[in-house]
């Protein structure tokens, strides 16, 4: 990131072959690791479809309302006054609250124990939808610590 007046030219992503959308299209770069975008676009793709065959509804809109529950609308940014660090909240941006709810989907589906990747990236896609499981609960902790620490807000800037 630079420092000065120059800012960040984000990247533009392609959506993705099966769907057309650059949701799913992102959360399948999310899921890849060491370049392998079959594998990763093949979990993706068979988690959505399960997770939509159990809830009863689209692939997409079921990746969608997943994202959109984990997302957090408020977090915490450390600001340095007067010798003191002060954990401010902050209004977190569209694009970054979506990042870090799909970072939390596939981080907690990872940490689940058993089954395979499609099953675990599946069920933490239905339990979000359903406004449960890991992902939602540290959504609720990033919104329970910018909450404790409403009284610093006149720190942001």
Same mark, same amino acid.
């Given at each position: 990131?630079?420092?000065?007046?120059?800012?960040? &030219?984000?990247?533009?992503v392609s959506p993705d072959a099966k769907y057309g959308s650059l949701t799913v299209a992102k959360?399948?770069?999310k899921?890849? !690791?060491?370049?392998?975008?079959?594998?990763?676009?093949?979990?993706?793709?068979?988690?959505?479809? *399960?997770?939509s065959q159990r809830?009863?509804?689209?692939?997409?809109?079921? !990746?969608e309302h997943a994202i959109g529950n984990a997302t957090p609308? *408020?977090?915490v940014k450390p600001r340095r006054v007067g010798g003191a660090t002060y954990q401010v909240p902050v209004e977190v941006e569209k694009g970054r609250g979506r990042s870090l709810a799909m970072r939390w989907l596939i981080a907690s589906a990872r940490a689940r124990?058993?089954?395979s990747?499609?099953?675990? &990236?599946?069920?933490? !896609?239905?339990?979000?939808?359903?406004?449960?499981?890991?992902?939602i609960k540290r959504r609720d902790n990033v919104h329970r610590m910018a909450?404790?620490?409403r009284a610093f807000v006149h720190y942001r800037w």
């Open positions: 990131m630079p420092r000065r007046t120059k800012r960040v &030219v984000k990247r533009t959360f399948i770069v899921v890849m !690791l060491r370049g392998q975008k079959a594998t990763a676009e093949r979990i993706a793709y068979d988690a959505m479809q *399960l997770a809830l009863d509804g689209d692939p997409v809109e079921v !990746l609308l *408020l977090m124990s058993g089954k990747m499609v099953e675990k &990236v599946a069920a933490e !896609l239905i339990d979000a939808v359903q406004g449960q499981g890991a992902a909450e404790a620490n």
